[in-house]
Nanobody, 124 residues
Framework: VQLQACGGGLVQAGGSLRLSCAVS????????VGWFRQVPGKEREFVVA????????YYADSVKGRCTISRDNAKNTVYLQMNSLQPEDTAVYYC??????????????????WGQGTLVTVSS
């Protein structure tokens, strides 16, 4: 399974971005797709995940109400719409996938497949 994340960029505080994660090569193994983010010097942090079969989602408290994850199975793509961005949202955002479909298992180690990351920078 390969994942390709894109859509990052520079945005002012209060702005929005939509990230995309294209899944290819054995998509049947990507039962759950999640987004994580990492700031240099800190651990990678769970953001949100979606189960591709039924769209069930699980959000980190830090992004609830500001972010929305969705999927287009016909395009094998998962989206992360981020609104009301703040400087503390600045990070490299990674999409990841795993076969296990328990969405609430948020540990990094639960995910087998990882994309390359896309940088989101929010200026104040």
């Amino acid at each position: 399974v390969q994942l390709q994340a894109c859509g990052g960029g520079l945005v002012q505080a209060g702005g929005s971005l939509r990230l995309s994660c294209a899944v290819s090569g054995g998509t049947y193994s990507a039962g759950v797709v999640g987004w994580f983010r990492q700031v240099p010097g800190k651990e990678r942090e769970f953001v949100v995940a979606i189960r591709r079969t039924d769209g069930y989602t699980y959000y980190a408290d830090s992004v609830k109400g500001r972010c929305t994850i969705s999927r287009d199975n016909a395009k094998n793509t998962v989206y992360l719409q981020m609104n009301s961005l703040q400087p503390e949202d600045t990070a490299v955002y990674y999409c990841a996938a795993r076969t296990n479909t328990i969405v609430s298992n948020i540990a990094n180690s639960e995910y087998k497949y990882w994309g390359q990351g896309t940088l989101v920078t929010v200026s104040s």
